[in-house]
């Protein structure tokens, strides 16, 4: 039901954008976040937004270099990614939760029931 893409190889200072698209469901309805996966790391979270796309959370290794939002208009969710490192290396993954989430769980992939299968990006 999510499919991401916009993945790819990129220098380190440079852009990618990622999206999400959720083919069947009401969008508008879904919390959204973006988690990520690095080689023998845990999944972590780096970016929510909520059903309006008003409210956004970043985690602090990406504050001021990515902006999570959203177009329920068109079902889908966006990941700019800006001033990349190498540390941003990893399999970026979409997560939508029916409903609100509470502020004490976004950032918990527990919280979320639909998941993408996943976009790689890497930063050298």
């Known amino acids: 039901q999510l499919v991401e893409s916009g993945g790819g190889s990129v220098q380190a200072g440079g852009s990618l954008t990622l999206t999400c698209v959720m083919s069947?469901?009401?969008?508008?309805?879904?919390?959204m976040a973006w988690f990520r996966q690095a080689p023998g790391k845990e999944r972590e979270a780096v970016a929510r937004?909520?059903?309006?796309?008003?409210?956004?959370d970043y985690v602090n290794s990406v504050k001021g270099r990515f902006n999570i939002y959203r177009d329920n208009a068109k079902a889908t969710l966006y990941l700019q990614m800006n001033s990349l490192k190498p540390e941003d290396t990893a399999v970026y993954y979409c997560?939508?939760?029916?409903?609100?989430?509470?502020?004490?769980?976004?950032?918990?992939?527990?919280?979320?029931?639909?998941w993408g299968q996943g976009t790689q990006v890497t930063v050298s």
């Open positions: 069947y469901g009401t969008f508008s309805s879904h919390s």
């Open positions: 997560a939508a939760r029916l409903g609100q989430v509470r502020n004490d769980q976004y950032f918990d992939a527990d919280s979320y029931q639909l």
């Open positions: 937004i909520n059903t309006g796309g008003g409210f956004t």
